[in-house]
């Protein structure tokens, strides 16, 4: 079992940047795909951006964004740390929703929220116009 704890939400104004980090448990992390999701009030979940898991003998990851937030969102890992980040710059009210972070088993990171396995609770992010 693993278990995710977002941390890093609040209330921006528009233009501003935040940095979201979900630390999980366990001693697997690097072998985990990531991704964040997002979900605003009224709206369904989607996806904002993944992260493979690292090389066996490198640390060579692949990421994927959703096109509203390419490069203005940028993922990364630290798996001495078991975190998850997402930086978020040039940030628009669009952008406000609870964001999520996943793990899945698989390694992949991708786009597709039934391919995650974990989730964690939720942070909220709101941008003011």
């Known amino acids: 079992q693993v278990q995710l704890v977002e941390s890093g939400g609040g209330l921006v104004q528009a233009g501003g940047s935040l940095r979201l980090s979900c630390a999980a448990s366990?001693?697997?992390?690097?072998?985990?795909?990531m991704g964040w999701f997002r979900q605003a009030a009224g709206k369904e979940r989607e996806f904002v951006a993944a992260i493979s898991r690292s090389g066996v003998s490198t640390n060579y990851v692949s990421t994927n964004y959703a096109d509203y937030v390419k490069g203005r969102f940028t993922i990364a890992r630290d798996n001495d740390k078991n975190t998850v980040y997402l930086q978020m710059n040039s940030l628009e009210p669009e952008d406000t929703a609870v964001y999520y972070c996943?793990?899945?088993?698989?390694?992949?990171?991708?786009?597709?929220?039934?391919?995650?396995?974990?989730w964690g609770q939720g942070t909220q992010v709101t941008v003011s116009s």
């Open positions: 366990g001693r697997t992390f690097s072998s985990y795909g």
């Open positions: 996943a793990a899945q088993i698989t390694g992949w990171g991708s786009r597709d929220e039934h391919e995650y396995d974990y």
